[in-house]
Every structure is written in structure tokens, then in C-alpha cells.
């Protein structure tokens, strides 16, 4: 079974604060990888992919890609109480599915 | 431009019914993605549709079938409804042609409860 693991949570961070979200794969196949926010009763929404193993960031937001260690990471900056939300890490490869995990919890608090 | 588009937004069945969900993919693309998505997990993947056809199926009972029409939109039919099928039901699409075609953006879902 091919897994996409990550805490639960809740992580709560202080407004203002560095938010890091973590994530781990199993399969070794994977090659792309994504972060999406989702609000309570909405649909997941798509803030960054990552192919490349190190960082790539995109305003307050940074990937972070790991392939030997099968880690991936986001960080969020300067976190604000409308980050509050679940965010779902999700591996892809090349039989053109997501998998995703169970999403940690953020609740950003001022 | 728009995006992805999905109706009915929430729907109510008892169970032993049968159910029609419908999807719009974002413009230019022509790949779509279905996932179930309950409450506290996160979506798993039930199929794929590209050129209408299934191009790759999930773990998910034959009760579970689609279609992809000529124009890119398509629909997911979930066949003698079981309690257990509430849940949210998401499209995503993505585009064969863009640089990196696995990126799947999602549509607002489809709520489903089953009594």
C-alpha cells in the first residue's frame, strides 16, 4: 500500500509565526508532489508543487523536497489567522493518480 | 477563465439508489480526475478519464463508474448506494498539454449523504 503519512495535528502557531507542515512517502516512484489548503466544508485548494529535490518558495511559502529521505515539507511565514485551515500533502508519479494524506490542522491564533 | 465546475453541490439518497455527479473541467484542460474524500481524511482516487476513457482506477468497487463526453466533462454513477458512501465527492481536472499535466486542480465537490 502506497501511503502518504502526516500529523494530524492540530498544530497551532501564533500569528506572525513560522507554520511548518511536514510529510512523508512511500513510494519510491513518486515524482511529483503537492500542497493543498482546504477549508472547513470546501474543496482542496492548490498553493504549491515541487518536482526537484530543495526549496522553492512562492511568497510566504516555501517547498521543501527530500527524495532520499522520502520528505516533504511546507512552510508558511509571517502565518496569519486566515491560514487557518487543513493542509493535504499528495504524491503523484506516472499512473497520473494523488495520493494524498489526512492533512494536519493548522489554526494560526492572534 | 473558468474553473472547475461540479453539480449538483450537495445531494441526498437513500440507500439502494443510484446517483449522478457531474463535472466541468477548467478551460484547456482535458484530463479528469474523480476522488472521495470522508469526513477527516483525505481524497482517495477513484478514476481517471483522458480521451474518454478510464485511464487508471482506484481501489474503488465496480458500483463505481464513470464517463467522459466529447466536450471534456464528465460524470461519476454510484450504483446501489451503501451508508457508507456519504462523503465528498471531488473532480479535479488537469491538462495533458500544460508543461507539468499531473497538476489537478479541484472543483468545489459534491456533497452526498446517504440515509
Known amino acids: 500500500q502506497k501511503e502518504v503519512e502526516q500529523n494530524s495535528g492540530p498544530l497551532s502557531v501564533p500569528e506572525g509565526a513560522i507554520a511548518s507542515l511536514n510529510c512523508t512517502y512511500s513510494?519510491?516512484?513518486?515524482?511529483?508532489f503537492f500542497w493543498y489548503r482546504q477549508y472547513s466544508g470546501k474543496s482542496p485548494e492548490l498553493i504549491m508543487f515541487?518536482?526537484?529535490?530543495g526549496d522553492k518558495e512562492d511568497g510566504r511559502f516555501t517547498a521543501q523536497l527530500n527524495k532520499a529521505s522520502q520528505y516533504v515539507s511546507l512552510l508558511i511565514r509571517d502565518s496569519q489567522p486566515s491560514d487557518s485551515a487543513t493542509y493535504l500533502c499528495?504524491?503523484?508519479?506516472?499512473?497520473?493518480?494523488?495520493?494524498f494524506g489526512k492533512g494536519t490542522l493548522l489554526t494560526v491564533n492572534p | 477563465d473558468a474553473g472547475v465546475t461540479q453539480s449538483p453541490t450537495h445531494l441526498i439518497k437513500t440507500r439502494g439508489q443510484q446517483v449522478t455527479l457531474r463535472c466541468s473541467p477548467k478551460?484547456?484542460?482535458?484530463?479528469v480526475s474523480w476522488y472521495q474524500q470522508a469526513l477527516g481524511q483525505g481524497p482517495q482516487f477513484i478514476f481517471q478519464?483522458?480521451?474518454?476513457?478510464?485511464?487508471q482506477r482506484g481501489n474503488f468497487p465496480d458500483r463505481f463508474s464513470g464517463h467522459q463526453f466529447p466536450n471534456y466533462s464528465s460524470e461519476l454513477n454510484v450504483n446501489a448506494l451503501l451508508l457508507g458512501d456519504s462523503a465528498l465527492y471531488l473532480c479535479?481536472?488537469?491538462?495533458?498539454?500544460?508543461?507539468?499535466?499531473?497538476?489537478?486542480?479541484f472543483g468545489p465537490g459534491t456533497r452526498l449523504l446517504v440515509l
Open positions: 479535479a481536472s488537469s491538462g495533458s498539454q500544460d508543461v507539468r499535466g499531473e497538476t489537478q486542480y
Open positions: 513510494d519510491r516512484g513518486s515524482q511529483s
Open positions: 515541487i518536482y526537484s529535490n
Open positions: 499528495a504524491a503523484g508519479g506516472s499512473n497520473y493518480k494523488l495520493t
Open positions: 478551460s484547456g484542460h482535458d484530463t
Open positions: 478519464y483522458y480521451e474518454e476513457e478510464e485511464r
